[in-house]
């Protein structure tokens, strides 16, 4: 048998806001334990002759706040389990036992586990005093988060908002940090120290630029940022962009996008693939945002068509996703190991082959060649394809064998142009000396798509350089010779284009 664990709730920290009941379990424990002196209602209590013991010590010997509350479940718990048959364990935490109160969720988790019994007792919280100080009802919509673990992904600006656990100036400028994500930098928000105790209480009303310039942070410190509704503070959420996309293909929407089916914008979503990788090969960050923005467009209007028929919604697309990065990076996730990228992508093999087998597909009986677009550019994907193949050994010990390849094909090419053969044969030699050309690349690590495209741009600026040069002599190219242009080609190299 062991002591009885009871846990209680000092309140906020205005001593008339304990309960009888309370006060009585503290006078009347075998021993009392408090998370922490640093609260006003104990001070009373102590001049009135109440002996108990803190854990204050504990935060000075352990490194992180998780160490703390655990250390702290540890040692009530041997308390208990050590004490008389009968007796009754006091622990008495700030606010109420159940409002973030780490070392409470421990001790739920554990005490059962021990044969421990375990009570708890509510007291005020400190969510109490903030809807009365200051003023909102949280039938509104409310929402507590915790400063030590706040992200910008958490923060829902339609939502009252309070912030606790803001303990000093440092992890008000983390809040700060956070909160600047979504909404303006001067945006009003609300400092409290101590809300309902006597002579104690402060609260601040300043621009969020200014929340970590603020004194008295301390362990009664709270942060509240008030509700808005302004369409713009949401202009950053995805939430929002799934609901406008939904308004679009509404009745009383866009008529254009009420009429798209996947048929119709499947070339969009094609040419806006390309307008991004434009950005990319520009360097070009302001434009390559707003052609993400164009591409994601694509995403969530194929997913509310799904949607609009029952099939899947954007979010379950998310969710595939998510599943299948965590997956498929087993030593991010797991337990796996990859001490560089090739042993990185050896497990994501690994795992797709996992998945496979999963899903009841027979390994076996797949092609080595699966899993390349079926429309993925001719080029791209004789690259990919060949690369699938090496995989296996299916493939030349080096380059060289390659280039014979290629002048191989080329000879054979020339035989078709020079004896006339048909516009098909022609077409299939000129497909073999390119597919053969596309793998030079893969033996000298180099993206033919990439390598084509770089030529292209050269060509372009090579050209347009010419064009220039006629122009300024009253030109047009077609009013000058082969000769002029070459000789204003090779100017152009010889500047750098």
Excluded at 327 to 341: I, L
Excluded at 444 to 452: K, M, Q, R, V
Aim: with cysteine; hydrophobic share 40%; glycine share 6%.
């Amino acid at each position: 048998m062991s002591a009885a664990l009871t846990v209680v709730g000092l309140g906020s920290g205005d001593a008339d806001q304990l309960t009888l009941g309370i006060i009585k379990k503290m006078k009347h424990a075998a021993t009392l334990y408090v998370r922490t002196l640093d609260h006003p209602v104990l001070n009373d209590l102590q001049q009135e002759g109440l002996e108990m013991t803190s854990f204050d010590t504990i935060y000075e010997s352990k490194s992180s706040f998780p160490e703390v509350y655990d250390e702290i479940a540890n040692q009530l718990i041997d308390a208990a389990r050590s004490g008389d048959a009968g007796t009754e364990i006091v622990y008495a935490v700030p606010g109420h036992p159940m409002v973030a109160e780490a070392s409470v969720r421990l001790l739920k988790e554990r005490c059962p586990q021990q044969g421990i019994s375990l009570r708890i007792m509510g007291g005020e919280s400190f969510l109490d005093e903030a809807f009365i100080r200051l003023g909102f009802d949280p039938i509104e919509g409310f929402q507590l988060l915790d400063a030590s673990s706040l992200s910008p992904e958490l923060i829902q600006p339609q939502l009252h908002t309070l912030i606790g656990q803001v303990y000093d100036g440092f992890t008000a400028s983390d809040v700060k940090l956070c909160l600047m994500e979504v909404y303006p930098d001067d945006y009003p928000v609300f400092v409290g120290h101590a809300l309902g105790v006597q002579d104690q209480e402060v609260i601040h009303k300043v621009p969020l630029h200014e929340l970590d310039r603020t004194p008295g942070y301390g362990n009664l410190s709270l942060i509240y940022v008030p509700k808005n509704t302004d369409d713009a503070l949401r202009r950053r959420s995805f939430a929002r962009l799934h609901e406008i996309v939904n308004i679009l293909r509404s009745p009383g929407g866009c008529p254009w996008d009420q009429e798209q089916t996947h048929q119709s914008i499947r070339k969009n979503l094609i040419e806006e693939t390309y307008e991004v990788i434009e950005t990319i090969d520009e360097d070009d960050p302001d434009h390559m945002k707003e052609e993400l923005g164009d591409l994601l467009l694509q995403i969530m209007l194929h997913s509310q068509m799904e949607e609009e028929v029952g099939t899947f919604n954007v979010y379950d697309v998310i969710e595939g996703l998510n599943d299948k990065l965590i997956f498929r990076h087993p030593h991010v996730f797991g337990d796996n190991q990859a001490e560089d990228a090739n042993e990185a992508l050896q497990n994501w093999e690994q795992m797709k082959a996992e998945e496979k087998k999963r899903k009841g597909q027979d390994v076996e009986k797949t092609s080595v060649l699966d899993g390349i677009p079926r429309d993925l550019p001719a080029l791209m994907k004789g690259y990919k394809l060949q690369k699938k193949a090496a995989k296996v050994g299916f493939d030349w010990d080096d380059v060289e064998g390659v280039f014979a390849k290629i002048e191989e094909e080329l000879a054979e090419l020339r035989e078709a142009v020079q004896q006339g053969h048909d516009a098909e044969a022609r077409k299939l030699e000129l497909g073999d000396v390119l597919f053969a050309t596309a793998n030079v690349a893969r033996f000298i690590d180099t993206d033919p798509e990439e390598a084509l495209a770089a030529t292209n741009r050269k060509f372009v600026a090579r050209f347009q350089y010419i064009e220039d040069r006629l122009r300024e002599q009253g030109k047009t190219p077609a009013e000058s010779t082969v000769e002029e242009m070459e000789r204003f080609w090779q100017q152009a190299k010889k500047a750098g284009l």
